[in-house]
């Protein structure tokens, strides 16, 4: 028995895996990874596989970057945790100093979580809580967008409208407003994306207008529904519901915990909208993939709505055993660091064109619906009928025939329903690209074939 087989019957005994149908392990093998070394991930029989998919958009640099994993070595030897209610360390005083520099104007306090799907909890609660301190009861209510998604935990899927998890959950989950999502797949002929995000502004700016004496907060991904199918929209959508949510009064989150650090072109999403959010929550990219970590930015006016003698009782009520741990801020520190060394964001202006270009012919396949980009996020939509968009039966698990291909050729392609997609590591050369588009288009091939 080979090693690789040995661990995945062990494994198979033991565990329960993510966003995973166990039984389809009795015909679809795991694969265990002995290490990882830049965008390569390797098994325990050499068997090497490109993380295109960044190990779920986390990874920026590189697996076992040496940069990070010296920062962080430095870390542990000092100090590995402390409780964060009344004590401090200086690597969280330091990443929420550098945190507070480079995040939108106006954005000067950091509140940390362990994890993203906690980090919007913090968000929705600190939102509520506000308005609960300034004495407005009624604003109990948040608005989210269809398609979109912020993470597993009840109130984060209560705010993310992916129909299979609001179905499932749904007795669990608090009523939220939605509005119809501003991506562009289902725009007009000749309709550009910025003309069908502004129409689909409208209906948010009416909901807006009907309900907001109710509403705490809209929560979106700027840009990119990423969890959506990689489902993509104008800035414009977010100038405008910036401004909506001062006309009425209403606090807007930004979810940019997969779209942050890079991924959509700019240091963060919103700036491509010139806005700040009432509140930005980060995690993924902010540790570069090392350890859980998320940093809920907020603006002094929701700080000093907390902010009392200790006898009113108006001190917000979260906190993580985690909260602020040092390794995890070290990591942060250390990702921070190359992006200012390294002049990152320029950089992968490079890279964002020769993913562009290496897959524009995937727009002349059959069963292709779309190709689309923001930034280091390039998504491909498999469909049955490329001229009415029909998409594939869901059944028929066309992105799987894809993955399964990729991981033949030395390519991790984990694919979102039928979009195949690329967001992978700062690091990826022009050469590496290549390979991914190639493994791509064989896989659609292969996948689309009747």
């Known amino acids: 028995m080979s090693l690789n087989h040995s661990l995945m019957q062990r494994d198979l005994q033991v565990l329960w895996h993510p966003c995973t ?29 490109m993380d295109a998919v960044s190990s779920w958009w986390v990874n920026l640099f590189g697996h076992a970057n ?9 870390q542990l030897d000092q100090l590995e945790h402390v409780i964060l209610a009344g004590f401090s360390h ?25 994890n993203g799907s906690s980090g919007i909890e913090v968000a929705l609660k600190m939102s509520f809580h506000f308005w609960l301190n300034a004495g407005n009861t009624r604003k109990t209510k948040f608005v989210t967008l269809a398609n979109s998604y912020h993470g597993e935990t009840l109130a984060a899927l209560a705010v993310g409208n992916v129909e299979l998890y609001k179905k499932t959950y749904e007795p669990l989950l608090m009523t939220t407003f939605t509005a119809p999502s501003p991506d562009c797949y289902d725009r007009e002929a000749g309709e550009s994306w910025e003309s069908y995000s502004l129409r689909q502004f409208e209906k948010m700016d009416a909901l807006l207008a009907t309900h907001h004496e109710e ?17 993509m929209y104008h800035p414009v959508y977010l100038t405008k519901l910036r401004a909506a949510c001062d006309r009425y009064n209403v606090h807007l989150i930004a979810d940019e915990i997969a ?33 859980p970590l998320c ?63 290496a897959t524009a012919h995937f727009a002349d396949h059959p069963h292709v619906a779309e190709v689309r980009q923001t930034g280091m996020i390039l998504a491909i939509e498999m ?12 059944q028929e698990r066309r992105g799987l025939r894809v993955y399964e291909h990729g991981l033949k050729h030395q390519a991790l392609l984990r694919p979102l329903g039928s979009v195949v997609y690329f967001m992978p590591p700062y690091i990826i050369t022009e050469e590496q690209i290549d390979h991914l588009a190639k493994v791509a288009w064989e896989g659609i091939e292969l996948a689309t074939r009747d």
């Open 383 to 394: 469909a049955q009928d490329k001229a009415g968009k029909t998409p594939y039966p869901w």
């Open 215 to 231: 509403i705490c907060a809209v929560i979106v991904e700027p840009l990119v529904q990423c969890a959506g199918s990689m489902r």
């Open 295 to 357: 940093a809920v930015l907020t603006h002094d006016r929701i700080y000093q709505g907390f902010y009392d003698d200790y006898e009113t009782l108006r001190g917000f009520l979260h906190s993580h055993s985690y909260t602020g741990n040092p390794l995890a801020c070290a990591a942060a520190l250390a990702t921070l660091d190359i992006f200012e060394q390294d002049n990152v964001i320029a950089n992968n202006q490079k890279l964002i064109r020769k993913m562009a270009d």
């Open 259 to 291: 779209v942050g650090f890079g991924r959509t072109g700019t240091l963060f999403a919103c700036e491509q909208a010139g806005i700040t959010p009432d509140f930005m929550c980060l995690s993924k990219g902010l540790t570069a993939g090392y350890l």
């Open 21 to 49: 149908q166990m039984k389809d392990h009795e015909t679809l093998p795991i694969i265990p990874i002995k290490k990882g070394d830049g965008i390569w991930l390797e098994d325990f029989e050499g068997n090497r596989y």
């Open 66 to 74: 040496p940069r990070i994993n010296d920062r962080v070595k430095q």
């Open 90 to 114: 200086e690597p969280v005083i330091e990443l929420s100093e550098r945190l507070v520099a480079i995040t939108p104007e106006g954005l000067n306090r950091c509140f940390y979580a362990d």
